[in-house]
């Protein structure tokens, strides 16, 4: 028998065939009463993040769970991650977006990489949290992320939320990520792969846990990696946002010595403000009437809670899916 992450891995792979890219290709629900609950027809598309992150994986199993009960086509596409898909699902391109709490925040208040330009979006749900992932090669001489200078480091894919918190983490232990570090914006497939033939000394990468590429890389090189502690750098990172929190990544999780003290943020589920409400309302109940099937799908949606669902501040919950949260609790 396959495991659950093999097909989900095959899942995602055939979604993303299926679905990459593209405008949405519905019309405008002109049937159905106002406040139903009930999906339109038509094709929606979901932006992921990395081949062997959660975003893709999950997404995967989410596309293929609304097409499976809805009368939406939906299909699910590998992408840059959170900045990114903030980007193409106000553009258009996208109609669902995987997003963390902090891009998201930026995102609707303007700031960060959306200086001075807030973004018309709404939030589905919060989801499960992303744990921050800090490895180093044992060899490296990298005990705490101050020790990252003169390093080769891999920040994470361009406009990816590893990449927003990445260069947050180097700024708060006193270090200029454009000029202290040799950064590597690569996607996770493309670090593990230099981590593994010693072309980079290290990475951060924001995810939720088991990260299958993660996985790998500790499986094949055991004692040749590690993961540095960071929480001493928490309080800088909640002056800039309160979202930041301590968390714990069980040593079970990657077979690991000792558990591993870590910053954890939360993700979310992203639409346009002008998402339907129809649509939001049946896709944000069918998230948690079958978190089972999700999962299945990889084991994050656990964390799949209908009370903290509706914890989204600064990004507005959007009308539909408080209806279907709140019907509920």
């Known amino acids: 028998m396959r495991s659950p992450m093999i097909v989900a891995g095959t899942l995602a792979v055939a979604l993303l065939a ?13 049937g159905g009463e106002a406040g139903a609950c009930e999906a339109t027809q038509g094709r929606i598309t979901i932006a992921t993040g990395n081949t062997g992150g959660v975003y893709y994986t999950l997404g995967g199993g989410l596309a293929q769970l609304i097409s499976d009960n809805t009368d939406l086509n939906a299909g699910a596409a590998e992408t840059g991650a959170s900045v990114q898909n903030i980007q193409q699902l106000v553009a ?3 109609d669902i977006a995987f997003s963390l709490a902090d891009t998201a925040a930026d995102a609707v208040e303007g700031k960060g990489t959306f200086d001075g330009e807030p973004q018309d979006i709404a939030a589905l749900a919060r989801i499960y949290s992303n744990y921050t992932q800090v490895v180093v090669r044992a060899d490296a001489g990298i005990d705490s992320v101050a020790d990252m200078r003169g390093k080769r480091i891999s920040t994470g894919s361009p406009k990816s939320g590893t990449e927003v918190i990445a260069n947050r983490l180097l700024e708060a232990a006193g270090l200029d990520p454009a000029s202290d570090v040799s950064a590597q914006r690569l996607a996770l497939r493309q670090t593990v792969d230099q981590m593994k033939s010693g072309q980079i000394d290290g990475f951060f990468w924001s995810g939720g846990i088991p990260t299958p ?3 790998d890389l500790f499986t094949s090189r055991g004692d040749d990696v590690k993961f540095v502690d960071i929480t001493d750098l928490l309080p800088k990172l909640q002056e800039i946002n309160p979202v930041y929190e301590e968390g714990t990544l069980p040593a079970a999780t990657y077979d690991l010595p000792a558990d591993v003290s870590t910053i954890v ?16 309302c049946a896709i944000t109940s069918l998230i948690f009437d079958k978190k089972a099937d999700l999962v299945q799908v990889h084991r994050a949606a656990e964390e799949l809670d209908r009370t903290t669902a509706t914890e989204t501040d600064p990004v507005p919950l959007h009308p539909g899916s408080e209806q279907a949260l709140t019907a509920e609790n």
Do not use: I, S
């Open 213 to 215: 590429e993660v996985t």
């Open 265 to 280: 943020v939360p993700n979310m589920l992203l639409v346009r403000a002008d998402f339907l409400e129809n649509d939001a």
């Open 92 to 94: 258009g391109d996208y």
């Open 18 to 30: 299926a679905g990459c890219g593209g405008k949405q290709e519905r019309e405008p629900a002109g």
